[in-house]
């Protein structure tokens, strides 16, 4: 699917107060419709400016509100057959439901269209002499053409109405001539017998292209359907009801539109946040991965922050609501992500580029040549004009051009699932070969996104490992903090059962246990000196390094004296290394952007040998970082897995998800890879250059075949060796340009990555 974006230079600015509003269009087919809309907008007196997506499906308009009104705006688009959804509230649901049912409808009319030109096909094809065989033929396609393509016809006079011509105008004018031309020779075939000619019908050439053209819309639609989801998925992490507490302390449930800023909101164990505040009472865990990308959940205690989407994960707390509605983080995020969609500069189809010139000149040939043979035809001129003229129409139809991308894409697609990369569209194919900056997430990414316990240090002067590890595991199976389940799973549940007759959680430092008279630690160095526990000078050597390489220590300790340090690390995946160089070694500078601490983002750039690095960097600096590379003349790559990366995976040029990440990481991005092996990307960016020569190849041959197609059907031969192109001939003609396409496209199969 390509993408149309239309802009137009500002007018002459008064004082005068625009607003600015984005509107969903409906009942767009092609880039050229977007062109269409977006001239029709700029058109209303009162516009300043207007743009139109059609990637999206939406056009923002500036405009004086005193002078112009949606209601206005809508009647004009509705005049060349589209739609503007001004309902604001109800706004995404009419959008949805309306393009559901445009789905349902196209998938209708393809299957009848389908069904119906098949018997006119075999009839065509094996028995063109039966009795009344042009009769059937006929009687099946009218309603192929007239009523299950009416939306051809019915496109084409609406933009012929506004003087514009889209691909509509083409298939309407090729599909409705070449039936009523076949009609004519049906019902009067005398008419050709008297001056020596077969009348030859197209009945399976008009069907045929209103099938295929409505089987392409089908997959486009569907594709197109598919395009919202990501932003679907983030507005469905605001939960829709929420827990206020009232002011004599008891909690009514309200549904989150109704939450006001300074509102005291409960918040239970597993539940979603609704608004951006800050802790008044209660602890807790809250997973924050949406927004920092960290696998950890961060603790919160009083006056700390809390985002709308993120998930409590422990203890029950209140907090009070600092921001709402549109200004949470959340939101913003969903405003960024449809923002950075709708403003990505497009990389239209050569296709789409000559759509609006393509089809008028091809009307302007077929015109002239019926024109010519009417003025030079000597005693047949209006059987050869006729002839000529329809011809022109029927081998210009645009189902090479139309087949020569998707063919190429849908076998790229294949080749690169093969190869355990999913392909969404057209786009990224088109722009990967010319990635040079590749921006990649740390966790989830170069590494592998957990925490686990990758060594347990014991103090052998005072250890007993089996009782130890026993008395560790029991402990941590009280604690809350997120860390002790990688020390629980290190450890495996030991065969002794121990019970503790006391165990304290202390924020933020760790768990305290009493065990016959014993106290048994398990936290950080804090922990540790308000405890009085001494850390002899190798051990605590020994955790510097290890914190030196991106490790967290955990201290335990019991009886006074410290037992053991546990180094925790979320592990750097086997392959990055390799992936990095191998990009690296291509000419492809590659950059880490990590929303963890600066130590540990040195530590594993040094470690995977990035050059590039930063550190603590915010989903919104993220995608800012990617605008300046692009703005620099970088085309960048985006690789990722976390909701904190999906403003900046829609921002860049090619975005890639792991396959293992967030479903919204993955609907963003227009790849995704199966594998969590980074040498994946190395092999996307191949596929890419070889699927995009094969396109240039299709092309090439699509427009050289119309080049030399349409002056022979327009008789251009006739003056120097009397040939003149049958229709039917054409018809095949066009149809073998096809499967040389088909045919090129498939060879991308054999290819090596």
């Not at 000196?529 to 220590?553: D, K, M």
């Not at 963890?596 to 960097?617: C, F, P, Q, W």
Request: aromatic residues 6%; neutral net charge.
């Amino acid at each position: 699917m390509s993408t149309a974006i239309a802009t137009k230079a500002p007018k002459h600015t008064t004082n005068t107060q625009y607003i600015k509003e984005t509107f969903p269009v409906l009942e767009m087919t092609c880039a050229a419709c977007a062109v269409s809309v977006e001239s029709m907008l700029q058109s209303v007196p009162g516009v300043q400016q207007a743009g139109v997506n059609f990637a999206n499906q939406t056009a923002w308009v500036e405009y004086d509100p005193t002078l112009a009104t949606p209601q206005q705006l809508q009647s004009t688009i509705r005049s060349i057959g589209y739609d503007l959804v001004i309902d604001k509230e109800n706004q995404d649901e009419v959008k949805e439901e309306a393009q559901q049912r445009h789905y349902r409808n196209v998938k209708q009319r393809t299957i009848w269209s389908i069904g119906l030109s098949l018997p006119i096909v075999v009839i065509g094809m094996f028995f063109m002499n039966m009795p009344y065989g042009n009769w059937i033929m006929m009687i099946l396609s009218t309603p192929v053409v007239f009523y299950f393509g009416r939306s051809f016809f019915v496109n084409a006079w609406k933009q012929a109405t506004h003087r514009k011509a889209n691909m509509d105008t083409l298939v309407a004018l090729s599909t409705g001539i070449a039936w009523l031309f076949s009609a004519f020779n049906t019902i009067y075939p005398a008419f050709w017998h008297q001056r020596g000619m077969h009348p030859h019908v197209y009945f399976e050439a008009a069907a045929v292209v209103i099938a295929f053209i409505s089987l392409g819309k089908l997959l486009e639609e569907k594709a197109k359907s598919n395009t919202s989801s990501a932003i679907k998925k983030l507005i469905g992490l605001q939960p829709k009801t929420v827990l206020l507490v009232q002011p004599d302390g008891n909690t009514i449930e309200v549904p989150v539109t109704q939450v006001q800023v300074n509102d005291i909101l409960l918040v239970k164990p597993g539940e979603k946040i609704p608004v951006d505040g800050a802790l008044t009472e209660g602890t807790s865990f809250v997973d924050e991965s949406m927004i920092t990308g960290e696998p950890l959940p961060a603790g919160k205690q009083s006056g700390d922050l809390v985002y709308a989407g993120t998930i409590n994960q422990k203890g029950s707390f209140r907090f009070r609501a600092a921001k709402v509605g549109g200004d949470t983080l959340l939101a913003q995020i969903i405003k960024m992500v449809q923002e950075a969609q709708g403003s990505k500069a497009p990389v239209q189809k050569l296709v789409d580029k000559i759509a609006g010139i393509f089809v008028p000149i091809v009307i302007g040939i077929s015109i002239l040549t019926f024109i010519t043979w009417m003025i030079l035809g000597g005693d047949n001129a209006f059987t050869h004009a006729l002839l000529t003229a329809v011809t022109v129409l029927v081998i210009a139809c645009p189902c090479a051009l139309g087949l020569a991308t998707p063919t190429a894409i849908m076998v790229g697609v294949g080749k690169g699932a093969e190869n355990n990369i999913l392909i969404k569209d057209a786009e990224s194919l088109e722009l990967a070969h010319q990635v040079n900056a590749l921006i990649l997430d740390k966790t989830g990414t170069i590494t592998e996104g957990k925490p686990s316990v990758t060594t347990i240090i014991w103090n052998d002067e005072v250890a007993q490992r089996t009782k130890h590890e026993s008395i560790l595991y029991t402990l941590e199976q009280h604690s809350e903090h997120p860390l002790s389940q990688a020390v629980m799973h290190y450890l495996q549940a030991p065969v002794e059962s121990i019970t503790y007759s006391q165990v304290e959680s202390i924020t933020g430092m760790g768990i305290k246990g009493s065990l016959k008279g014993t106290t048994w630690l398990v936290g950080n160095p804090q922990l540790m000196q308000q405890a009085g526990i001494t850390i002899a000078p190798s051990l605590a050597a020994t955790a510097t390094s290890l914190q030196e390489a991106a490790q967290t220590v955990v201290y335990f300790a019991g009886n006074q004296q410290l037992i053991a340090i546990i180094a925790i690390a979320d592990k750097i995946k086997a392959t990055s290394q390799q992936a990095i160089n191998t990009l690296q070694q291509k000419g492809i500078e590659v950059y880490m952007l990590t929303g963890d601490n600066e130590h540990t983002a040195a530590a594993v750039a040094r470690e995977t040998g990035i050059k590039h690095y930063k550190a603590s960097v915010m989903p919104a600096g993220k995608a800012a970082f990617v605008k300046e590379l692009q703005q620099a003349g970088k085309i960048v790559a985006m690789v990722g897995d976390g909701i904190n990366d999906s403003q900046a995976l829609a921002q860049a040029d090619v975005s890639i998800a792991m396959g293992k990440g967030t479903d919204i990481a993955m609907d963003v991005a227009k790849m995704t890879l199966i594998t969590s092996d980074l040498n994946s990307i190395p092999k996307a960016l191949a596929l890419s250059t070889k699927t995009v020569r094969t396109i240039r190849q299709n092309l090439f041959w699509a427009f050289i075949y119309n080049l030399i197609g349409i002056p022979i059907a327009a008789g251009l031969l006739y003056p120097i060796n009397g040939f003149l192109l049958d229709p039917m001939i054409a018809g095949a003609a066009m149809a073998l340009s096809s499967v040389s396409v088909v045919t090129n496209s498939l060879r991308l199969k054999a290819a090596k990555l």
